[in-house]
Protein backbone atom coordinates (compact mmCIF):
# COMPACT_ATOMS: atom_id res chain seq x y z
CA UNK A 1 0.00 0.00 0.00
CA UNK A 2 1.38 3.65 -1.22
CA UNK A 3 1.07 5.67 2.13
CA UNK A 4 1.21 10.11 1.01
CA UNK A 5 1.19 12.41 3.88
CA UNK A 6 -0.22 15.73 2.98
CA UNK A 7 0.89 17.86 6.23
CA UNK A 8 -0.21 21.73 7.32
CA UNK A 9 -2.50 23.82 9.07
CA UNK A 10 -3.85 24.76 5.73
CA UNK A 11 -7.44 23.28 4.40
CA UNK A 12 -6.08 20.19 2.74
CA UNK A 13 -9.68 18.18 2.40
CA UNK A 14 -11.24 19.05 -1.05
CA UNK A 15 -7.28 18.83 -2.48
CA UNK A 16 -7.29 15.48 -0.74
CA UNK A 17 -10.60 14.39 -2.05
CA UNK A 18 -10.34 15.63 -5.40
CA UNK A 19 -7.03 13.65 -5.77
CA UNK A 20 -8.40 10.46 -4.31
CA UNK A 21 -11.17 10.91 -7.54
CA UNK A 22 -8.34 10.47 -9.68
CA UNK A 23 -6.95 7.73 -7.80
CA UNK A 24 -10.23 5.65 -7.49
CA UNK A 25 -10.75 6.73 -11.24
CA UNK A 26 -8.03 4.88 -11.96
CA UNK A 27 -8.93 1.85 -10.59
CA UNK A 28 -7.11 2.38 -7.36
CA UNK A 29 -8.91 1.42 -4.04
CA UNK A 30 -7.99 4.66 -2.07
CA UNK A 31 -9.04 5.51 1.57
CA UNK A 32 -8.56 8.97 2.65
CA UNK A 33 -7.07 9.19 6.67
CA UNK A 34 -8.30 12.65 8.04
CA UNK A 35 -6.22 13.12 11.16
CA UNK A 36 -6.42 16.40 11.80
CA UNK A 37 -7.23 17.63 15.48
CA UNK A 38 -10.48 19.90 13.35
CA UNK A 39 -11.86 16.75 11.38
CA UNK A 40 -13.35 18.96 8.90
CA UNK A 41 -14.05 15.92 6.80
CA UNK A 42 -16.68 15.08 9.07
CA UNK A 43 -18.66 18.05 8.27
CA UNK A 44 -17.74 18.64 4.22
CA UNK A 45 -18.03 14.52 3.31
CA UNK A 46 -21.72 12.98 4.32
CA UNK A 47 -22.54 9.99 6.85
CA UNK A 48 -25.89 9.01 7.84
CA UNK A 49 -24.95 7.73 11.21
CA UNK A 50 -21.43 9.80 12.60
CA UNK A 51 -19.72 8.46 15.61
CA UNK A 52 -16.56 9.02 17.28
CA UNK A 53 -14.58 7.05 14.52
CA UNK A 54 -16.07 5.77 11.75
CA UNK A 55 -15.58 4.85 7.89
CA UNK A 56 -18.02 5.82 4.77
CA UNK A 57 -17.81 5.87 1.50
CA UNK A 58 -17.54 8.48 -0.45
CA UNK A 59 -17.77 8.54 -4.35
CA UNK A 60 -15.52 5.43 -4.36
CA UNK A 61 -13.67 7.03 -1.89
CA UNK A 62 -13.00 5.24 1.78
CA UNK A 63 -13.22 8.70 4.19
CA UNK A 64 -11.57 7.47 7.77
CA UNK A 65 -12.19 9.84 10.24
CA UNK A 66 -11.81 9.50 14.18
CA UNK A 67 -8.81 7.20 14.08
CA UNK A 68 -5.65 7.67 16.26
CA UNK A 69 -3.09 4.97 13.68
CA UNK A 70 -3.77 2.38 11.81
CA UNK A 71 -4.15 -0.18 14.02
CA UNK A 72 -7.55 1.43 15.42
CA UNK A 73 -8.59 1.48 11.36
CA UNK A 74 -7.56 -2.43 11.04
CA UNK A 75 -9.91 -3.05 14.48
CA UNK A 76 -12.56 -1.28 12.98
CA UNK A 77 -12.35 -3.40 9.67
CA UNK A 78 -11.89 -6.54 11.58
CA UNK A 79 -8.71 -7.25 10.44
CA UNK A 80 -5.62 -9.04 12.66
CA UNK A 81 -2.94 -6.20 13.41
CA UNK A 82 -0.60 -8.26 11.00
CA UNK A 83 -2.85 -7.88 8.45
CA UNK A 84 -2.28 -5.73 5.99
CA UNK A 85 -5.18 -3.14 4.85
CA UNK A 86 -7.01 -3.48 1.92
CA UNK A 87 -5.78 -0.93 -0.13
CA UNK A 88 -3.62 0.27 -2.75
CA UNK A 89 -3.61 3.94 -1.57
CA UNK A 90 -3.84 5.67 1.72
CA UNK A 91 -4.14 9.52 1.66
CA UNK A 92 -3.18 11.00 5.18
CA UNK A 93 -4.49 14.86 6.25
CA UNK A 94 -1.87 15.76 8.99
CA UNK A 95 -2.07 18.78 11.24
CA UNK A 96 -0.06 17.19 14.17
CA UNK A 97 3.33 16.27 14.52
CA UNK A 98 2.28 13.00 16.32
CA UNK A 99 0.59 11.96 13.72
CA UNK A 100 3.49 12.16 11.48
CA UNK A 101 4.93 9.73 13.34
CA UNK A 102 2.14 7.28 14.23
CA UNK A 103 1.40 6.47 10.63
CA UNK A 104 4.86 6.22 9.74
CA UNK A 105 5.07 9.08 7.78
CA UNK A 106 8.52 9.03 7.50
CA UNK A 107 8.89 5.59 4.97
CA UNK A 108 5.90 7.03 3.26
CA UNK A 109 5.92 6.83 -0.71
CA UNK A 110 5.23 11.17 -1.03
CA UNK A 111 4.88 13.71 1.70
CA UNK A 112 3.72 17.30 0.83
CA UNK A 113 3.39 20.32 2.72
CA UNK A 114 0.27 22.75 1.90
CA UNK A 115 0.55 25.95 3.09
CA UNK A 116 -0.59 29.57 2.27
CA UNK A 117 1.55 32.83 3.16
CA UNK A 118 -1.10 34.38 6.04
CA UNK A 119 1.47 33.99 9.39
CA UNK A 120 -1.22 31.41 10.93
CA UNK A 121 -0.72 28.78 8.59
CA UNK A 122 2.51 29.27 7.82
CA UNK A 123 3.68 29.32 11.12
CA UNK A 124 1.56 26.68 13.02
CA UNK A 125 2.74 24.62 9.75
CA UNK A 126 5.85 25.26 10.54
CA UNK A 127 5.55 24.24 14.05
CA UNK A 128 4.20 20.90 12.91
CA UNK A 129 7.63 20.04 11.12
CA UNK A 130 9.58 21.45 14.05
CA UNK A 131 8.50 18.35 15.76
CA UNK A 132 10.19 15.64 12.99
CA UNK A 133 12.41 13.07 14.66
CA UNK A 134 13.85 12.29 11.31
CA UNK A 135 14.95 14.23 7.95
CA UNK A 136 11.78 14.14 5.81
CA UNK A 137 11.90 15.26 2.29
CA UNK A 138 8.23 17.48 1.45
CA UNK A 139 7.27 18.99 -1.82
CA UNK A 140 5.45 21.94 -1.29
CA UNK A 141 2.05 22.78 -2.22
CA UNK A 142 2.02 26.63 -2.02
CA UNK A 143 -1.62 28.62 -1.97
CA UNK A 144 -0.76 32.30 -3.11
CA UNK A 145 -2.84 34.94 -4.74
CA UNK A 146 0.31 35.54 -6.95
CA UNK A 147 3.59 33.67 -7.24
CA UNK A 148 6.53 35.51 -5.29
CA UNK A 149 10.04 34.26 -5.24
CA UNK A 150 10.18 36.23 -1.64
CA UNK A 151 7.44 34.64 0.03
CA UNK A 152 9.10 30.92 -1.08
CA UNK A 153 12.30 32.25 -0.10
CA UNK A 154 10.94 33.47 3.33
CA UNK A 155 9.57 29.86 4.16
CA UNK A 156 13.21 28.46 3.39
CA UNK A 157 14.41 30.93 5.78
CA UNK A 158 11.48 30.15 8.77
CA UNK A 159 12.44 26.15 8.58
CA UNK A 160 15.95 26.53 8.65
CA UNK A 161 17.19 24.10 11.48
CA UNK A 162 14.40 21.92 10.87
CA UNK A 163 14.29 18.33 9.58
CA UNK A 164 13.55 19.25 6.07
CA UNK A 165 14.56 18.47 2.66
CA UNK A 166 12.53 20.31 0.40
CA UNK A 167 12.02 19.03 -3.22
CA UNK A 168 12.66 21.20 -6.23
CA UNK A 169 9.54 21.15 -7.72
CA UNK A 170 7.25 23.09 -5.98
CA UNK A 171 3.34 23.26 -6.59
CA UNK A 172 1.06 26.49 -7.00
CA UNK A 173 -2.35 26.68 -6.93
CA UNK A 174 -3.61 30.59 -6.77
CA UNK A 175 -5.79 32.05 -4.44
CA UNK A 176 -8.37 34.05 -6.74
CA UNK A 177 -9.14 32.16 -9.82
CA UNK A 178 -12.85 31.38 -8.78
CA UNK A 179 -11.57 27.73 -7.61
CA UNK A 180 -12.72 28.19 -4.12
CA UNK A 181 -16.43 29.18 -4.71
CA UNK A 182 -16.50 25.59 -7.42
CA UNK A 183 -15.50 24.02 -4.37
CA UNK A 184 -18.08 25.69 -2.07
CA UNK A 185 -20.45 23.90 -4.05
CA UNK A 186 -18.96 21.14 -4.59
CA UNK A 187 -19.66 20.93 -0.48
CA UNK A 188 -22.92 21.77 -0.79
CA UNK A 189 -24.20 19.44 -3.11
CA UNK A 190 -21.61 16.90 -1.44
CA UNK A 191 -20.29 15.72 -4.69
CA UNK A 192 -17.03 16.05 -6.46
CA UNK A 193 -16.91 18.13 -9.85
CA UNK A 194 -14.36 19.24 -12.00
CA UNK A 195 -15.96 20.26 -14.95
CA UNK A 196 -15.79 24.22 -13.53
CA UNK A 197 -12.77 24.22 -12.01
CA UNK A 198 -9.71 26.05 -13.63
CA UNK A 199 -7.05 24.53 -16.05
CA UNK A 200 -4.25 25.10 -13.32
CA UNK A 201 -6.46 23.86 -11.04
CA UNK A 202 -6.42 20.52 -12.73
CA UNK A 203 -3.30 20.17 -14.22
CA UNK A 204 -1.88 20.23 -10.26
CA UNK A 205 -4.45 17.59 -9.22
CA UNK A 206 -3.17 15.56 -12.68
CA UNK A 207 1.01 16.47 -11.48
CA UNK A 208 0.44 15.09 -7.84
CA UNK A 209 -1.43 12.49 -9.07
CA UNK A 210 1.19 11.34 -11.79
CA UNK A 211 3.92 11.79 -8.56
CA UNK A 212 1.42 8.90 -6.62
CA UNK A 213 0.78 6.55 -9.52
CA UNK A 214 4.67 6.80 -10.90
CA UNK A 215 4.27 3.69 -13.17
CA UNK A 216 0.77 5.63 -14.80
CA UNK A 217 1.36 7.91 -17.97
CA UNK A 218 0.20 11.37 -17.42
CA UNK A 219 -2.05 11.09 -20.48
CA UNK A 220 -3.42 8.17 -18.35
CA UNK A 221 -4.39 10.23 -15.81
CA UNK A 222 -5.75 13.00 -18.11
CA UNK A 223 -8.08 10.19 -19.74
CA UNK A 224 -9.16 10.14 -15.85
CA UNK A 225 -9.99 13.76 -15.42
CA UNK A 226 -11.71 13.84 -18.31
CA UNK A 227 -14.19 11.48 -17.52
CA UNK A 228 -14.85 13.20 -14.00
CA UNK A 229 -15.34 16.36 -15.88
CA UNK A 230 -17.67 15.03 -17.53
CA UNK A 231 -19.40 12.89 -14.78
CA UNK A 232 -19.32 9.58 -16.22
Same mark, same amino acid.
Given at each position: ????????????????? /????????????????????? &?????????? /???????????????? !???? /??? #????????????????? !???????????????????????????????? +???????????????? #????????????? #????????????????????? %?????????????? #?? &????????????? &???????????? %????? +?? /? &?????????????
Amino acid at each position: MKKVGFIGMYDKTDLIL /NIAKILTTMKKKVIVVDSTLT &QKAKYVVPVI /NPTVTYITDFEDIDVA !IGFK /NEK #EIKDYLGLPEKEKLPYD !IMLIDVDNAESIDVFELGSATKNYFVTAFDLY +SLKRGLEILSGLKKPM #ELTKILYAKEILK #EEDDYLNFLSLGYKVMWSEYK %IYFPIENGDWSVLA #EN &QRVAKIKFKKLSA &QYKDNLTYIASE %ILNDV +SE /N &QIRRAVKIIERGV
